[in-house]
């Protein structure tokens, strides 16, 4: 029974963006009320614990994201939740307020890279490559990948920030990993200058 719901769930949430993308004012309508409160429960929420003005704000410009993504967003939901998160890092920025757990997904060892790196890290043009490969690759996949290697969390928790079936998430992170060793294999001779940092680890 639940397999059941779980995929009649899914059955209605792409019934739903097909209706979006085929202009249907009233599905637009309810795929906002859906994902409103998701955004602006990221923003409300530690670290951010923004005013519910300013709230308002993330989750319109995380709706606005969704709008012009439609085409290819498959949980819009979990959308909603990663570019709210992405905005209210922005805004955190441009305040210049510390971050503190903060983590944007566009972050990667380089220029600023975390404590813990080995000395010369840092500055490793390997590392800057896979920063700018992660940058580019599927959202969702450069998502998992962080919260789970930088913020280390457990696959549960990972689950419930991404709204994400907790038992689904190792064959989740083990595709966000296999997606990311491809794009990595694209760039000639870059496999091989990240195994080089490791040796001698």
């Known amino acids: 029974m639940e397999n059941a719901s779980v995929a009649a ?22 795929l906002f009320t859906l994902c409103r409160p998701r955004a602006q429960r990221v923003a409300l929420a530690p670290p951010f614990s923004f005013s519910a003005d300013d709230a308002d704000d993330v989750a319109q410009e995380a709706l606005l994201e969704l709008y012009r993504s439609i085409r ?35 972050e ?39 919260l789970r290697y930088f913020e280390e969390l457990e696959y549960a928790r990972i689950a419930e920030r991404l709204n994400l079936p907790a038992k689904q998430m190792g064959m989740l992170i083990t595709r966000a990993l296999a997606a990311l060793r491809d794009e990595i294999k694209r760039h000639e001779g870059l496999w091989a200058e990240l195994g080089g940092l490791f040796e001698g680890r």
């Open 9 to 30: 769930a899914g059955d209605a949430m792409t019934g739903l963006l097909a209706r979006c993308v085929a202009a249907d004012e009233s599905a637009w309508l309810e």
């Open 72 to 106: 290819t967003v498959r949980n819009p939901l979990a959308f909603a939740g990663i570019v709210a998160h992405n905005k209210c890092v922005d805004r955190l920025r441009r305040k210049k307020t510390p971050l503190s757990a903060a983590v944007d997904v566009r």
């Open 108 to 146: 990667m060892p380089g220029r600023d890279a975390p404590e813990g790196l080995p000395p010369g890290w840092e500055s490793a043009p390997a590392l800057d490559k896979l920063r700018d490969i992660l940058a580019g690759t599927d959202e969702r996949w450069a998502r998992i990948l962080f």
